[in-house]
């Protein structure tokens, strides 16, 4: 598995459509921003208790960064951490695990499992 995995919160719709066409164009808030916004493992917790709270049904893909290159930007947000950002659409291919977003009993999101 690559190092440089992140992680994208989709609704069922939005997996769906990115199962369907291959590619995924973002969120409201991502086309509104102008990249896809993503959170390393260490910052999925958060970025899901705040931007998800109280959304159910929602699925968790783990990016692979590398074949993306030049399109993936580091880019500070809360408090000065670096998040990574997608400057284009999130292709399927880049996806190399997903499944429902789902939480351990220590309430922290569990993470798809890579090959």
């Known amino acids: ?8 919160v989709l609704t069922a719709e939005q997996m769906a459509q990115l199962e369907a066409e291959g590619t995924f164009a ?3 808030v991502d086309l509104a921003d102008g990249y896809i916004h993503l959170s390393t493992a260490d910052q999925l917790d958060e970025t899901v208790d705040k931007h998800f709270a109280g959304q159910s049904d929602l ?3 783990a990016v692979d ?6 399109a993936v930007k580091w880019e500070p947000s809360r408090g000065g951490a670096l998040f ?8 399927l291919s880049a996806v190399v695990a997903y499944g429902a ?4 009993d220590d309430g922290k999101v569990r993470l798809p499992v890579t090959g």
């Open 59 to 61: 699925h968790l893909a």
């Open 101 to 104: 977003l789902e939480r351990g």
């Open 26 to 28: 973002g969120a409201p």
């Open 65 to 70: 960064l590398e074949p993306l290159g030049d």
């Open 84 to 91: 990574p950002h997608i400057y284009a659409a999130l292709p």
């Open 1 to 8: 598995m690559s190092a440089l995995v992140a992680y994208k």
